[in-house]
């Protein structure tokens, strides 16, 4: 990745990693296979600064620069939620 890593986290229950950049996407890695990522979850504006999986519910967590957390489903790797900042 060209632009580089900001934020990971690994789930050994879904044996996954997840790894967002300065690119705007969260890649999706089989554990075994780091060679090239399994899917790119597209959706974010700005550069990704943190990501944390939530293997109860199975979830994908990204927060990017601009505030705006995003809510993925690692089974279907399609984005389930958008919380944005409003207010000060």
């Known amino acids: 990745m060209a632009k580089g890593v900001n934020a990971f ?6 044996n996954i990693i ?3 950049g300065s ?16 899917a790119r979850l597209i959706g974010h504006a700005f550069t990704v600064t943190d990501i944390v999986i939530n293997d109860i519910d199975r979830h994908i967590i990204s927060l990017s620069a601009e505030r ?7 089974r279907t790797l399609n984005m389930l939620q958008v919380y944005t900042r409003t207010g000060h």
């Open 23 to 38: 690119d705007k996407i969260v890649r999706v890695w089989n554990r075994g296979i780091l060679s090239e990522p399994a």
């Open 68 to 74: 705006v957390i995003r809510v993925w489903d690692i």
């Open 18 to 20: 997840a790894t967002g």
């Open 9 to 14: 986290d690994f789930s050994p229950t879904s």
